[in-house]
T-cell receptor, first 111, second 113 residues
Framework: DTAVSQTPKYLVTQMGNDKSIKCEQNLGHDTMYWYKQDSKKFLKIMFSYNNKELIINETVPNRFSPKSPDKAHLNLHINSLELGDSAVYFC??????????FGQGTRLTVV | KNQVEQSPQSLIILEGKNCTLQCNYTVSPFSNLRWYKQDTGRGPVSLTIMTFSENTKSNGRYTATLDADTKQSSLHITASQLSDSASYICVVTLRNAGNMLTFGGGTRLMVKP
């Protein structure tokens, strides 16, 4: 069973579209994260959700919005996609300061 | 500013050789430090996690060290294998309510036969 699962794995879309990436964890963790990995392979945190409350938002454009319907899910919505949004997006979860488990990533390509 | 810097950025070694990757951080207050291995096209997978009081931790052929005074960590890989080719990422957790993770830029390791 996959601990942290993301869908879709690949997403190709046109500029200006709105898209969502889903993330689910079955580990019972209380914190979930979204990361963006740029072309230089550098991981940057975008959001952190703890007990359904947004804890961190690292100067991410407001076109990006996390939605957590419950403790096991943290979806990423992106409006008006831009070319620069092309990257691999990783979801992760952890229990407080414990080990973070990562999903396999979603490769987003904006054309 | 909380930062994590890794060196070298990339490294090529021959199969069977040892290597050491470096991580320097300025994150404060510090909670723990982790080393992750990320294969191409995959999500990061944890290798080790160390808290403030731990100086070394091993996971098979991987041995991580931590000097909390100098804020330095290293990851030593012994008897490298072709499957060790990956990116190795140092991650430091900030001790606050959000447990923010700060990622280093990673070291790209390539093991050649």
């Amino acid at each position: 069973d996959t601990a942290v699962s993301q869908t879709p794995k690949y997403l190709v879309t046109q500029m200006g579209n709105d898209k969502s990436i889903k993330c689910e964890q079955n580990l019972g963790h209380d914190t979930m994260y979204w990361y963006k990995q740029d072309s230089k392979k550098f991981l940057k945190i975008m959001f952190s959700y703890n007990n359904k409350e947004l804890i961190i938002n690292e100067t991410v454009p407001n076109r990006f919005s996390p939605k957590s319907p419950d403790k096991a899910h943290l979806n990423l919505h992106i409006n008006s996609l831009e070319l620069g949004d092309s990257a691999v997006y990783f979801c992760a979860s952890s229990q407080t300061s414990g080990l973070a488990f990562f999903g396999q990533g979603t490769r987003l390509t904006v054309v | 500013k909380n930062q994590v810097e890794q060196s070298p950025q990339s490294l090529i070694i021959l199969e069977g050789k040892n290597c050491t990757l470096q991580c320097n951080y300025t994150v404060s207050p510090f909670s723990n430090l982790r080393w992750y291995k990320q294969d191409t096209g995959r999500g990061p997978v944890s290798l080790t996690i160390m808290t403030f009081s731990e100086n070394t931790k091993s996971n098979g052929r991987y041995t991580a060290t931590l000097d909390a005074d100098t804020k330095q960590s290293s990851l030593h890989i012994t008897a490298s294998q072709l499957s060790d080719s990956a990116s190795y990422i140092c991650v430091v957790t900030l001790r606050n309510a959000g447990n923010m993770l700060t990622f280093g830029g990673g070291t790209r390791l390539m093991v050649k036969p």
